[in-house]
């Protein structure tokens, strides 16, 4: 089974709105962290936001927000007030990993978002 | 700070060539990595570490060597070149290799083999 899903391959929103980006992981861990990265057209992999599977609060970082729903096992980005320069693909990201083991970062497929005037 | 340094940034390669993508971080992460990505199937695993004179293999690892002589440097060397190995590569690393540790990237290295 895939660890990390992300079923929108392409998403399209109006300058100003807001938009949400789905993605669901499978773990059997207790305890992980949950990952989201902006890759613009330039290439490089910019960390959003983070969320621990133990974090009471859905993590927030500006525009920014992880909308956790752990017993869903979803993990969905929302972007709010998208800008032009929000264009670009998504990644949403697992680390899991044991104690006294190292954690691996797995990633979904991506969402290239599209904002339009 | 420099952050995650990658070299070179583009590369063509002839089949059975070898080379070494070089990878440097100056944040004095222990835990590094190398991930290649490939047009609709996300980053995936090649190599990691998790300090020096320590490495592991990942999802991918068939093809590459790496080797971690000092916390700094992290390089990856493919062998024998083949046109499977045409692919973005990416450097990471990270404070430590625990869970809530977030990744830093290097830039990526675009690498074609005919």
């Known amino acids: 089974a895939q660890k990390i899903t992300q079923t929108q391959p392409g998403m399209f929103v109006q300058e100003k709105e807001a938009v949400t980006l789905d993605c669901t992981y499978d773990?059997?861990?207790?305890?992980?962290?949950l990952f989201w990265y902006k890759q613009p057209s330039s290439g490089e992999m910019i960390f959003l936001i983070y969320?621990?599977?133990?974090?009471?609060q859905n993590a927030t970082e500006g525009r920014y927000s992880l909308n956790f729903q752990k017993a869903r096992k979803s993990a969905n980005l929302v972007i709010s007030a998208s800008q032009l320069g929000d264009s670009a693909m998504y990644f949403c990201a697992m680390r899991e990993g044991g104690t006294g083991t190292a954690s691996k970062l797995t990633f979904g497929t991506g969402t290239r978002l599209q904002v339009t005037l | 700070n420099a952050g995650v340094t990658q070299t070179p940034k583009f590369q063509v390669l002839k089949t059975g060539q070898s080379m070494t993508l070089q990878c440097a971080q100056d944040m004095n992460h222990e835990y590094m990595s190398w991930y290649r990505q490939d047009p609709g199937m996300g980053l995936r695993l090649i190599h990691y570490?998790?300090?020096?004179?320590?490495?592991d293999q990942g999802e991918v690892p068939n093809g590459y060597n790496v080797s971690r002589s000092t916390t700094e440097d992290f390089p990856l060397r493919l062998l024998s070149a083949a046109p499977s190995q045409t692919s973005v590569y990416f450097c990471?690393?990270?404070?430590?290799?625990?869970?809530?540790?977030?990744?830093?990237f290097g830039a990526g290295s675009r690498l074609t083999v005919l």
């Open positions: 570490s998790v300090g020096a004179g320590i490495t």
């Open positions: 969320q621990g599977s133990y974090d009471e």
């Open positions: 990471a690393s990270s404070y430590s290799e625990t869970r809530a540790n977030v990744l830093t």
């Open positions: 773990t059997s861990d207790q305890s992980y962290g």
